[in-house]
């Protein structure tokens, strides 16, 4: 259960395609835009959420009390039972550049917590009501990842999980592009083609915040007793055991989009490969940077392709690629343990 | 507590200084500063280098008196890296690891030997490569040795380097812990061919990656690697108590395991026997041509670390082991004032130095007043002080202190901008933070302190060959003493000196012997003088017959403030026999001063009036700005100007030199010919054309002659202008004399003399020899023995073996002798220069 949740939130395994399928559909697709006046926006995107409680198990076996987005059926909480959120963040919304998205979130977070303001750094939300906002509308303007966020409480409901991910997708192929599928691009630009991509939210948590997120002080006594992450999370989940978490297609192109809804900078090892950094917060890098150790600031958003094309070299651990927190949050809760297999925290494994 | 009291009132007054003859450690092979590679097992095939890795437990020290138990990687024992055997002699624990250099292409090895109490391992991320594991048991990220080197016992892991870069190897094992306590280490590829376009004869190992723009000075090559520690958490795992990685909390901050000031020692250094790896990063000002000096940069610690250099940006040019380039795949560079580098991550840097201020460390050193000696506390050549907050300048040192800097160079600091990492246990300056410093253009350099005559006599003017008929004036005068001064007590006592030539003919100049200063009351212009003892501070002393004696310039305060930047007189104390002020300075005009950051030319000095004297001045020459001065020193300085053109290195123009002659009025120089420097090189200047314009000869004493840009300082030289007259009856003729270097740095190599000289008849052939301080005898230089005959200039260079340098009591003196058997015939043997090159330690 637990692997299979894991796994359905690491990856967005995509089909191989055939090109020459693809391309075909790209005509298709060029002549129905043609004919519908050149519009390539489809139907807009109109996602309900419903912010709730919940409790997430971790590997040492707590219980910890957290917040998250869960999808709800219609523009308020009905149907879903308060404590319905099995971890913190919520569900990966998908846009396509043009198309207008309207988010609605209501809430059934406990008696004391403000309601949910909704915000997404690097674009402008139009609120459906300014006084008291449920809705927030924008175009998705340009490709890229994402972070949504609830405000709300002074940054304390992000910390609790009220978090998740926005994708971008471009809408034509861009010039030099190889595959006709313009949603096997992050960016309107070739460089961003991939086969596969992982969406990795980042996070952290201080269960005695959770317990009483409200009321918690950040800085009470010294840095032990403050604010003191002891859970390090990727979607949600502290590292458990070493299977591959993310796979792709042999030979093809891993997009990693790298989300930090977390609080401290975080950087991320990535050990035997290099990936290639394309974008920083939804923006096209100028130069061509290379690297395995990257640090994404809390708030901030990087998307890497790793190529598995000529062959690379194989780890010798029999699992994959480690990628793991290296600032060394690679430990579950206080005092600091690790899984029976050595790992814990920040940490997974990309398929060789 | 008062250990860390010095330490920081030296660094807040000073920032920096020298690190002077420290004794090295164990690793006699290392250079005193700049990256140092492991030695690979011996045997190892030529492209497949081993490495033989053990963990194992040591402590590390910090600078407050610490010592934090660590855990590291470290070289199997003795330098043939044998392996370990039972009962055989253990590792010598190191933190950080040894760095690991190899080349492209290489197959490269290394095992690992466990003797911790837990599993460990090593991964190396960025090698990309398949890594080949064998041995030991499986483990998370890699296989691992287990603990305390029980079987199945070692492992060993193969890669082959596919790409040029900066790496880090580390645990894989345990890491919040393994990491913390210190398994760290670097691994350097380097490019094995010269990148297309690399320059002609440069070698693979000059470039960084395989792009040509990525050479670099090998001379210049360093490695910073950065970590923190918390000792809260290496005390727990010391004693066996719980680990808990939440409570991860810094106190110390480290560059190649060491915290500032240790990171400043030398490579090897004995005072951190298991620190070996020194962070000084030493380069010099840019020169046209020269490639820049190369800073490998690590971070395995666990938070991000803004590295801001002084002085001058950094460059970066790559990133975890791959270049950074543009889209059109040109190398990307990019200036930081400050650059983070993430945790587990390696950033290349080029580096140089462009002097906007013209700074030199004789004429234009930085213009920080120097604070009271008494106010400070010294401590031989250890002390923290160095007569400058910001170097550069030479002045009169305290008693116990033979040398403040190496060579007039100056220091930057180079350090984590998150300031709170900049001390050691909160304590600052500290933690991680290094110098940069810039040793002055072509190196260091100097000139005798002393000359002494022991066949012949001293023939003032004299010389009809090159132009020079007359000496120049000394600047300062320096002679020695004719009788030793046997106690350090007494406050007014007699000397007697082997000449006053070149020394003020009236009273009441400060002179230095050995590191006192001294007042000249009585006896001026005579052989004996009548000295009022320990000035400016200084301590009394017993001086040895035949110890240096140097006129310190003239020094003095001002009485009134300047208040006005149009003002052209200036009020100082005209002094008295026991204070400073004018009479410190010389009888005639013009010369040059120094107040502030201010040059000024002194053209007219009044009679006292009321104790006080009126010098009429120039105001901001040498291109400075006029300021407003409160009640500062002023401070007397040889000849200066600028060039108002451009001068080719070599062909049409290169020997006419247009110097400023307006606010820069050229008559502090003294008649021609004399000598200056203009950046690296020295010019003789035969005649003045005119007051502004000079014909020249280039590149003179065994410098290369370069182009120089307007508005480069134009220095003159104090050199002195040797003739001796030999013997002048008996048979065969001998004019022989001894000339004194001192303050060279403990440590120093490549010493090499150049001579330039000739004699006044035809017949004699000199010969030039240093004093071996091993041997006790003089001996010829190398790699051929100097000698030179002739009626006009030779201009050898040799070099001088280290036993040319003293120690202990002679610490920093070279001696070298000029000899010139002669015919029956009398003649001056003439020495234009004598100039001794050296890299300081």
Same mark, same amino acid.
């Given at each position: 259960m637990n692997r299979l949740m894991r796994r359905r939130h690491l990856v967005m395994r995509a089909r191989t395609n055939k090109k020459t399928a693809a391309a075909g559909f790209a005509i298709l697709v060029a002549l129905l835009a043609a004919l519908l006046?050149?519009?390539?926006?489809a139907a807009d995107v109109n996602v309900d959420l419903c912010a709730t409680t919940g409790n997430t198990t971790m590997p040492d076996g707590a219980s910890v009390p957290i917040w998250g987005f869960v999808s709800a059926?219609?523009?308020?909480?009905?149907g879903v039972a308060a404590?319905?959120?099995?971890?913190?963040g919520g569900p990966v919304i998908t846009a396509n550049e043009g198309q207008t998205v309207t988010i609605t979130v209501s809430s059934s977070l406990p008696a004391g917590a403000a309601a949910p303001r909704l915000e997404i750094p690097g674009i402008v939300l139009t609120p459906n009501?300014?006084?008291?906002?449920?809705a927030w509308s924008f175009t998705a303007g340009a490709a890229g990842s994402y972070l949504y966020q609830s405000s709300a409480d002074s940054g304390r409901q992000e910390a609790m999980g009220l978090y998740g991910a926005l994708i971008v997708r471009p809408t034509v192929v861009p010039a030099?592009?190889?595959?006709?599928?313009?949603?096997?691009?992050?960016?309107?630009?070739?460089?961003?083609?991939?086969t596969d991509q992982a969406t990795l939210v980042l996070s952290a948590i201080d269960p005695v915040f959770n317990a009483d997120p409200l009321n918690f002080?950040?800085?009470?006594?010294?840095y032990t007793t403050g604010?003191?992450?002891?859970y390090w999370l990727i979607n949600g989940h502290a590292y458990t055991?070493?299977?591959?978490?993310i796979t792709h297609t042999a030979g093809g192109r891993l997009l990693v989009r790298f989300l930090n809804a977390g609080y401290d900078n975080t950087s991320m090892s990535l050990v035997g490969i290099h990936d290639r950094v394309i974008a920083r917060d939804a923006h096209l890098l100028g130069t061509n940077l290379f690297a395995d150790n990257e640090t994404i600031p809390a708030g901030g958003r990087e998307d890497a392709i790793i190529d598995f094309s000529g062959s690379p070299g194989v780890p010798?651990?029999?699992?994959g690629y480690p990628l793991f927190n290296r600032e060394l949050h690679v430990t579950n809760g206080a005092p600091s343990q690790v899984t029976a297999d050595g790992g814990g925290g920040m940490m997974t494994f990309i398929a060789p | 507590m008062s250990h860390m009291t010095r330490r920081r009132l030296g660094l807040l007054v000073a920032a920096v200084s020298a690190m002077l003859a420290i004794p090295s450690g164990a690793?006699?092979?290392?250079?005193?500063?700049g990256l140092q590679c492991a030695p690979v097992v011996?045997?190892?095939g030529a492209n497949a280098p081993t490495f033989h890795l053990v963990t194992g437990t040591g402590y590390t020290t910090t600078p407050d008196g610490n010592s934090v138990f660590m855990w590291s990687y470290s070289l199997e024992p003795s330098e043939a890296n044998q392996p370990l055997v039972a009962g055989g002699p253990l590792p010598t624990f190191q933190t950080p690891g040894p760095n690991l250099c190899v080349k492209v292409g290489d197959s490269v090895t290394v095992t690992l030997h466990n003797r911790l109490p837990e599993p460990s391992s090593i991964i190396f991320p960025g090698q990309d490569s398949t890594i080949t594991a064998t041995g030991g048991n499986a483990g998370l990220l890699t296989r691992e040795a287990p603990a305390n080197?029980?079987?199945p016992g070692d492992v060993t892991y193969t890669f082959t380097a596919t790409q040029p870069g900066t790496y880090i190897y580390e645990s894989g094992s345990n890491m919040s812990k393994q990491l913390e306590m210190g398994l760290y280490g670097a691994i350097i590829v380097r490019p094995n061919a010269v990148p297309?376009?690399?320059?002609?004869?440069?070698?693979?190992?000059?470039?960084?990656?395989?792009?040509?723009?990525?050479?670099?000075?090998p001379k210049q090559e360093y490695i910073l690697l950065l970590a923190e520690i918390d000792p809260d958490l290496h005390h727990a795992v010391a004693i066996g108590s719980p680990y808990d990685a939440t409570r991860l909390h810094n106190h110390y901050y480290t560059v190649n395991g060491r915290s500032f000031p240790d990171?400043?020692?030398?490579?090897?250094?004995g005072l951190l026997p298991n620190q070996p790896y020194g962070a000084l990063i030493k380069i010099q000002p840019t020169v046209a041509g020269q490639a820049p000096a190369l800073i490998r940069m690590l971070n395995v610690g666990t938070i991000p670390h803004p590295f801001h250099p002084h002085g001058n940006h950094t460059v970066l040019i790559a990133q975890d082991g791959r270049l950074i380039t543009d889209p059109a795949g040109n190398i990307a560079k990019t200036e930081h004032f400050a650059e983070t580098i993430g945790t587990g991550q390696t950033q290349d840097y080029t580096i140089r130095w462009d002097s906007a201020d013209s700074?030199?460390?004789?004429?234009?050193?930085?213009p920080v007043l120097q604070p009271s000696y008494v106010n400070l506390t010294f401590k031989d050549s250890?002390?923290?002080?160095?007569?400058?907050?910001?170097?550069g300048y030479r002045g009169t040192l305290p008693v116990?202190?033979?040398?403040?800097?190496?060579?007039?160079e100056w220091y930057f600091p180079l350090h984590?901008?998150?300031?709170?990492?900049?001390?050691?246990f909160d304590e600052g300056?500290?933690?991680?933070g290094t110098l940069l410093r810039v040793d002055p253009a072509g190196g260091c350099f100097g000139t005798p302190t002393a000359t002494k005559i022991t066949t012949g006599s001293l023939a003032p003017g004299g010389g009809t060959l090159a132009s020079l008929t007359t000496a120049p004036t000394p600047f300062m005068g320096s002679t020695t003493l004719?009788?030793?001064?046997?106690?350090?007590?007494?406050?007014t006592i007699q000397i007697k000196v082997?000449?006053?030539?070149?020394?003020?003919?009236?009273?009441s100049f400060n002179i230095r012997i050995d590191n006192e200063v001294l007042r000249?009351?009585? =006896? %001026? *212009?005579?052989?004996t003088w009548t000295v009022s003892r320990h000035q400016q501070g200084t301590v009394g002393g017993v001086h040895a017959n035949g110890a240096i004696i140097s006129q310190v310039p003239g020094r003095t305060t001002l009485?009134?403030?300047?208040?006005?930047?149009?003002?052209?007189t200036l009020v100082v104390p005209t002094g008295t026999a026991n204070t400073n002020g004018a009479?410190?300075?010389?009888?005639?005009?013009?010369f040059d001063i120094r107040v502030d950051n201010e040059r000024m030319r002194v053209i007219a000095r009044a009679p006292t009036i009321l104790g006080q004297t009126l010098f009429t001045v120039i105001r901001g020459t040498a291109g400075t700005t006029p300021a407003l001065h409160g009640f500062v020193n002023v401070t007397q300085l040889p000849g200066s100007s600028r060039l108002t053109a451009n001068v080719p290195?070599? =062909? %049409? *123009?290169?020997t006419t030199l247009l110097i400023s002659?307006?606010?820069?009025?050229?008559?502090?120089?003294?008649?021609?010919?004399f000598i200056v420097r203009i950046g690296s090189e020295l010019i003789r200047v035969?005649?003045?054309?005119t007051a502004t314009q000079w014909a020249v000869t280039r590149g003179v004493n065994g410098t290369t002659a370069t182009a120089h840009s307007a508005l480069d300082i134009v220095n003159e030289v104090i050199t002195d202008y040797y003739v001796v007259r030999s013997t002048?009856?008996?048979?065969?003729r001998t004019a022989e004399w001894t000339a004194t270097f001192s303050g060279?740095?403990?440590?120093?190599?490549?010493l090499s003399l150049t001579y330039v000289g000739h004699n006044s008849i035809a017949g004699p052939t000199t010969t030039v020899t240093f004093w071996?301080?091993?041997?006790h005898a003089w001996q010829d230089l190398t790699p051929t023995p100097l000698t030179a005959t002739g009626t006009s200039d030779s201009t050898v260079t040799r070099g001088i073996p280290v036993t040319g340098l003293g120690t202990g009591?002679?610490?920093g003196l070279v001696l070298i002798r000029i000899r010139t058997p002669g015919t029956t015939t009398t003649f001056n043997n003439f020495v234009d220069s004598l100039t001794l090159n050296y890299t300081a330690p």
């Open positions: 006046g050149g519009s390539a926006s059926n219609a523009a308020d909480c009905t404590g319905t959120a099995t971890i913190p009501d300014p006084t008291t906002p449920t030099g592009g190889t595959d006709a599928d313009p949603t096997h691009y992050a960016y309107d630009n070739a460089v961003s083609q991939f002080k950040y800085t009470s006594g010294d604010f003191r992450a002891v055991n070493g299977d591959p978490a010798p651990n029999g699992k | 690793a006699a092979s290392m250079t005193p500063s011996a045997g190892s080197g029980a079987a297309a376009g690399g320059a002609a004869g440069t070698v693979a190992s000059q470039y960084a990656y395989n792009d040509s723009n990525t050479v670099f000075n990171t400043i020692q030398k490579n090897g250094s700074f030199d460390p004789v004429v234009d050193p930085f250890n002390t923290w002080y160095a007569g400058s907050p910001y170097l116990g202190t033979t040398s403040q800097n190496m060579c007039g984590s901008h998150a300031l709170n990492e900049f001390s050691n300056f500290g933690g991680m004719d009788g030793a001064v046997n106690t350090a007590a007494g406050n082997t000449t006053p030539v070149g020394f003020p003919n009236g009273n000249v009351i009585a =006896g %001026a *212009g005579t052989s009485s009134l403030p300047i208040l006005s930047t149009t003002t052209t009479i410190r300075f010389p009888a005639s005009v013009p290195a070599s =062909g %049409a *123009g290169s002659g307006t606010s820069d009025a050229q008559m502090t120089f003294p008649a021609a010919p035969n005649t003045k054309t002048t009856t008996g048979g065969a060279v740095p403990a440590g120093s190599s490549a071996n301080w091993t041997t009591s002679n610490k």
